[in-house]
């Protein structure tokens, strides 16, 4: 060991300054002065926090603070990712002693905040430790971080939640505003066989995830079942926190359907246009892969798009209208554009030029191709779903939250019920309002995360609400 003064540290100049800083600040932390809650303090979580070589740190450790007088430093102790030094003066024989974190209660502060973060970024702790043992950081093991995750960070996350539901709710009746929401289920495997199945509500005015509901497939005789349990837990919920729902949309689940209107008869219950959207461009596209029929391909698109049209072309939600409006793409892929219906007589496109009419491929009456699109865009089932599309909100959001809960709670792997339930609330309201997933190299940056920022922003706010 080295005896003599350390180094002398070379000053940086201005410029790597600036670009250790920006590096810094830019890629690895948040920036703090867009935290909406940049008044408290950071404490031992919040800080920042740095890797250092056992070498390096040691070189710290050889003057006496008392006498100035050489000594050496020793590590008496590693607890997970903090180091307890302690020098012995060979001439004063002053006793220091040195720990490199502060502490939470009793645990290290590092120790804490890795296994928050293995926990809130959804990673699966066995790699993120095994990154940390090739590195050779010392760090805590499994069993500490399970420990953390029962005892601390599950109990954190849902009490985080629980006053997030309550702020909902306080508003909520405060605005005395009828509630719009949407929802939809997720199931934790694909297909039928789920083990898990969680159902979301999403205020569709502000954005918000305000209630979600877990279950597990055997709590209900089948997993099919848990998408309606889900729902009727929901409303449960709503019910017993007095708030009044006006309008509903969900997918075109055919029990959600019946349970709606048979439970909930002073709410109006609309489809999720991407929903009904899916199921025909499906069958259309079906269609066109038969013989005779392939000059229906050029068509879905736009048959698609005259669906969203119908629907938030009609901001009253009159389903005679929107019925009207679809059957008119019957005689328009046939270049008919007049005499559809009373109550929508000619289409509003503005009429088209010989070019535009030469250029289109029209379909013909009494071709197999026209009379097999017709059956498909007119069947009972569509003239259900049309006269029940959202004019007005659709739950494009909650798709964007589930497909952010997938990578937090991967559906490939098996969570238990708790971690199930704080992978899904965990993420509750970072992306609602996003209209797409985030890319998969998210950001946990505060700015992103407009009403629930607590579980990302801050370890220290988690973990102070306990
Ligand atoms: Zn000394
Ligand atoms: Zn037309």
């Known amino acids: 060991m080295s005896t003599g003064t350390p180094d002398k540290l070379t000053p940086l100049d201005e410029t790597d300054k600036t670009s250790l800083i920006d590096e810094v600040t830019s890629e690895d932390f948040p920036d703090e002065s867009a935290d909406t809650v940049e008044d408290e303090p950071l404490g031992p979580l919040g800080e ?4 250092v070589s056992e070498s390096k740190l040691l070189e710290l450790f050889t003057v006496c603070s008392s006498c100035s007088g050489a000594t050496n430093g020793s590590i008496k102790q590693i607890l997970g990712t903090m180091v307890k030094i302690e020098t012995e003066c060979g001439f004063c024989r002053t006793i220091r002693k040195w720990d490199s974190q502060p502490m939470v209660g009793s645990i290290p502060a590092g120790n804490l905040a890795l296994s928050a973060g293995i926990l809130f970024t959804g990673s699966i702790s066995a790699k993120a430790l095994r990154m940390l043992e090739f590195m ?3 760090h805590t093991s499994k069993a500490t971080f399970i420990l953390h995750q029962r005892n601390i960070l599950y109990p954190a996350v849902e009490r985080v939640w629980q006053n997030h539901q309550r702020k909902y709710v306080e508003k909520a009746k405060r605005s005395g505003k009828t509630l719009a929401l949407g929802g939809d289920g997720r199931s934790d495997t ?4 789920a083990k898990y199945g969680s159902y979301s509500m999403v205020d569709l005015d502000e954005g918000l995830v305000v209630d979600i509901q877990l279950i597990q497939s055997n709590e209900v005789k089948h997993s099919v079942n848990m998408e309606k349990e889900g729902l009727i837990r929901c409303v449960d919920w709503l019910k017993s926190e007095e708030l009044d729902v006006s309008t509903v949309v ?11 209107r048979e439970n909930m008869s002073t709410t109006k219950h609309y ?3 991407w929903h009904v959207a899916k199921v025909l461009k499906k069958k259309l596209l079906a269609l066109s892969k038969t013989k005779d029929c392939e000059d229906v391909l050029g068509w879905i698109k736009s048959i698609s798009n005259h669906l969203y049209w119908c629907a938030v072309s009609t901001p009253t939600g009159d389903g005679d209208v929107m019925w009207a409006k679809w059957l008119s793409v019957c005689s328009h892929i046939q270049n008919i554009h007049n005499g559809h219906d009373d109550l929508f007589p000619s289409c509003l496109h503005d009429g088209l030029t010989s070019r535009e009419i030469k250029k289109k491929k029209w379909l013909h009456a009494g071709t197999k191709s026209c009379e097999k699109i017709s059956d498909i865009l007119t069947t009972v089932q569509m003239k259900k779903d049309v006269h029940k599309l ?6 494009s959001g909650i798709e964007a939250f589930h497909s952010t809960v997938n990578h937090f709670a991967p559906k490939m792997i098996g969570f238990s019920f708790h971690g199930m339930f704080c992978s899904s609330c965990g993420q509750r309201n970072s992306d609602v309002s996003a209209k797409k997933s985030p890319a998969p190299s998210y950001k946990l ?14 370890l220290s706010i988690i973990l102070s609400l306990l």
């Open 48 to 51: 920042r926090k740095f890797g």
């Open 136 to 138: 050779r950081v010392c």
């Open 190 to 193: 694909p297909g039928h066989c």
């Open 250 to 260: 969900t997918d075109r689940n055919m029990q959600i359907q019946k349970w709606i």
């Open 271 to 273: 489809y999720d246009v």
């Open 390 to 395: 959202s004019p007005k909100y659709q739950t």
């Open 445 to 458: 940056s505060v700015g992103s995360i407009s009403v629930f920022p607590e579980m990302f922003g801050k």
